[in-house]
């Protein structure tokens, strides 16, 4: 008897492992279908900043996502993107992401474009409670210069790790603090003027860095203010970040600095980027 059972043991290990190899065969052939299916994204999207960028205050796709589906409708065929966009954060924390974070590095050598949206966060400090000291600005020269020069130092290690010739475009702001319903809230008319003045400096900064680096601007002030003064109806409840219909708003203003057309005159391949004839 213990012969016997030795025997049906190994018989029945050895018809184990060939279920176990037909499995794996008809795992492996589902996988070639989808793949066979859904091709693998020639055309990348990266995007990289702050909670803009991330998609707080929208219940729908963010913009990298968005992004992506506008070229891809526009050139027929699929496009990836991948979001590396942290809540809160700033200009130097970006800079530290991308020097040190591996799949950041990873992601940004396979992408076709990437858009940024940084800055708001490193202007925290002059937020100032404006029911106490009303609408004047604290001195923003020595942030503002910082903001420029860390600007210009992301451009630079963004294309150090992307292929060449990817395009990259930095965003503007509508404010760079709270606005629409609830910065009428917490303060008023005269909050929203000087928060509109330092978001004004802001922008203007955004811009000359992106010129002195030969990078593309998405301008996201103008269709937040395109109706008038009050941006609300493309605001979150919080006045700070977009709602669905901002993020579709500020991917239309992306679109416009990097059409879909650039993108397909840069077809980026494992060896590099060519451009196409």
């Not at 990348?44 to 589906?69: E, H, K, N, T």
């Not at 526009?74 to 954060?89: D, F, K, Y």
């Not at 150090?160 to 395009?167: E, L």
């Not at 990097?258 to 060519?274: D, E, F, K, N, Q």
Request: proline share 5%; glycine share 8%.
């Amino acid at each position: 008897m213990q012969v016997v059972t030795r025997r049906r043991t190994g018989a029945l290990a050895a018809g184990m492992v060939g279920l176990g190899a037909v499995m794996v065969t008809v795992q492996a052939l589902r996988h070639l279908a989808r793949l066979n299916r859904y091709p693998k994204a020639r055309y990348q999207v990266v995007g990289l900043g702050d909670s803009v960028m991330a998609g707080v205050g929208s219940l729908r796709a963010a913009i990298p996502a968005r992004y992506a589906r506008e070229v891809s409708e526009a050139l027929g065929e699929p496009v990836g993107s991948t979001n590396l966009a942290r809540c809160g954060q700033t200009t130097s924390e970006l800079i530290e992401q991308l020097r040190h974070d591996p799949s950041s590095g990873r992601a940004l050598t396979q992408a076709s474009v990437v858009l940024i949206i940084i800055g708001a966060n490193d202007l925290a400090a002059l937020w100032k409670p404006w029911s106490s000291s009303g609408s004047t600005v604290p001195d923003q020269a020595e942030l503002l210069a910082t903001l420029q020069s860390n600007l210009l130092t992301i451009i630079q290690l963004v294309a150090q790790q992307c292929p060449p010739a990817t395009p990259i475009a930095l965003g503007t702001y509508w404010n760079v603090f709270t606005d629409g319903a609830m910065g009428r809230l917490l303060g008023g008319r005269q909050q929203r003027q000087a928060s509109r003045a330092v978001t004004e400096a802001a922008n203007a900064h955004i811009q000359l860095s992106a010129s002195q680096a030969a990078v593309a601007v998405a301008d996201l002030y103008s269709p937040f203010h395109s109706s008038g003064d009050d941006p609300q109806r493309l605001l979150a409840l919080d006045g700070e970040h977009p709602n669905s219909a901002g993020n579709a708003a500020i991917t239309q203003a992306f679109l416009h600095a990097v059409p879909p057309t650039t993108l397909a005159s840069v077809i980026h391949t494992a060896g590099g980027t060519s451009h196409a004839p």
